[in-house]
Each structure stands twice: as C-alpha cells, then as structure tokens.
C-alpha cells in the first residue's frame, strides 16, 4: 500500500513489482470504475513486461474517499496523478517511467503530458474519454450546466449501458454486480472532463511523450473518431483500431491480442530508453 492523501480525501493507492524493475508505470482507471478491475489481465500483462505498477482509485472512486462521482475540481485529479507518478519516481529511481490510462484515465495522462511538464518514457491510452459516442439528454446538459454554477456537487446517474463495456456476457456481469462500481456523476466530474478530452484532441500537436492509442471501432460509449482526431493532429502517436472492439478492450473479444500490442510496445519503448543510455 502506498501512503496518499489528496487534501485531507484519503486516496487508495497500492504497487505491484516485478523481481526485476525495468521501469515503472502509473496506471489510471476509468469513470465509475476502480483500480482493483485491472488485477486479473492487465497487471500481470504489465509485470511480465518488468515494469512496477503504481494504481489508486481517484476521488470519489472505489476505497478511495469522497462522495462517489465527485471531485474538487479537474486540475485536482491531473494533481492527484502528479503526486502518484512522484510516488513511483522516489521508489524507482532513474528507471524509466509510463502512463497507462484507460477512458477517463486515458483523457488524464493525455491532458498530464499536454499540461504538465513531464519527463516520461511513454504513455499508453486506451479507449481515451475525448468525446462522449451517445448524446446525453439535452434536459440533462442544460441542468448540469445550471448545476455546475450552483451546485457542482450533486450527483445524477452517468446513463453508461453495462451492456455495453464488453462483447462477454460474463465481464457486463462482473461489472454489475461489483459493490465499489457506481454510476453516480456530479456536474464537475462530468463538464470538465468533456472540456478537456476536446481541449486535447485541438491541442495534440503539442504532445511531448510517445503515446500508444487503442480503440474499438465498436465502442458506444467513446467515439473512436476523436482519438482518430487526435492521434491525426499528433506527430508522436502510434493508433490501433480494434475492429468491432467494445469500450473495455482488456476485457472484450480478442483482449490478449490488445495485450500483447500493450506489452510489445512498452517492451520496445523500455528497449530504447536503456539503448540511449
């Protein structure tokens, strides 16, 4: 367990290493969800490859505290993310550290590397949260927006179909019946986070760090298109679409092939970071 607190919010935050660290990676989980649901695939994945993997479930998420689906505000979830990564430094000194962000976590590390000044070895974004793939109702936008003045704290159903997180009957099940998974969603959640996943698709140009983007042409949560967006106003961007894949990719049809593009890719990126040595 890793000792965190983000202003007084008690923040759980845990690693996982390797026998041998090669480097170190940061993983951020997605809206609704916590860092406990990338035990069974992604970890493992993630140490075979050597890498420390530093996780914590974000305000208002999973054993963390704070009321569920609300935070203080945007720029305290990208400080949150900050604290962690120096968490991972001061415990991996001079290894090279990653970024693994799925959906919400993917529209942070992406908007970490365009806002922050980061020294990092690479950023792996799955299913990135850039532009929502339903609309909302347009009663529920108008009366977040007023919310958002007056009382960014309350909390309203995300409307996320379970149905529609993976193709695999068994994983929906999963994800419903696990008691830290919530749909609850306050207006600052929710509007910043739509802001920032466009403000980076415009911004994109100025990603500093090698980012690898995964995502599902089948994904009706995420539009798949903004990542195509974004990764097209980028120079340092690798994209694979994943035909037909659902928004969960490490959980869907085919997830060790999405595995393996992951593993292979960091295994290359650590390569090169200890050849430059």
């Known amino acids: 367990m890793l000792d965190l607190q983000?202003?007084?919010?008690?923040i759980n935050a845990w690693y996982a290493r390797p026998k041998i660290v090669r480097g170190a990676t940061v993983l951020v989980?997605?809206?609704?969800e916590h860092s406990g649901r990338y035990m069974e695939a992604v970890i493992p994945r993630l140490l075979e490859e050597n890498l420390a993997v530093f996780c914590y479930d974000n305000i208002g998420h999973g054993k963390s505290g704070?009321?569920?689906?609300h935070c203080p505000s945007y720029m305290a979830l990208l400080e949150l993310l900050d604290n962690v990564i120096a968490k991972a430094r001061l415990l991996n000194p001079n290894k090279p550290i990653f970024l693994y962000g799925h959906s919400m976590g993917g529209n942070l590390?992406?908007?970490y590397d365009l806002r922050i000044k980061s020294d990092l070895a690479g950023i792996v974004a799955s299913s990135p949260y850039l532009k929502l793939a339903f609309q909302p109702p347009k009663w529920k936008m108008i009366l977040g927006k007023f919310m958002l003045k007056i009382f960014p704290a309350i909390t309203m159903s995300s409307g996320l179909n379970?149905?529609?997180i993976s193709r695999i009957d068994q994983e929906v099940?999963?994800?419903?019946a696990d008691?830290?998974?919530h749909d609850r969603v306050s207006p600052m959640y929710s509007f910043p986070i739509m802001e920032a996943g466009e403000w980076a698709v415009h911004n994109a140009n100025k990603l500093k760090t090698k980012t690898l983007l995964l995502h599902g042409t089948g994904d009706k949560i995420?539009?798949?298109r903004a990542t195509e967006k974004l990764h097209k106003n980028s120079s340092c961007t690798e994209l694979h679409l994943i035909e037909g894949g659902y928004h969960e990719l490490h959980k869907d049809v085919g997830s060790k092939n999405t595995l393996d593009i992951i593993g292979i890719w960091l295994r290359n990126s650590l390569d090169h970071f200890y050849s430059q040595m």
Do not use: A, S, T
Not at 6 to 10: E, V
Not at 29 to 32: A, E, L, N, S, Y
């Open 6 to 10: 983000y202003k007084n919010i008690p």
């Open 29 to 32: 989980h997605g809206f609704g």
């Open 66 to 69: 704070g009321k569920r689906g």
């Open 109 to 111: 590390v992406l908007n």
């Open 162 to 164: 379970p149905q529609h």
């Open 173 to 176: 099940e999963k994800y419903m």
């Open 179 to 181: 008691p830290l998974v």
């Open 222 to 224: 995420i539009d798949y």
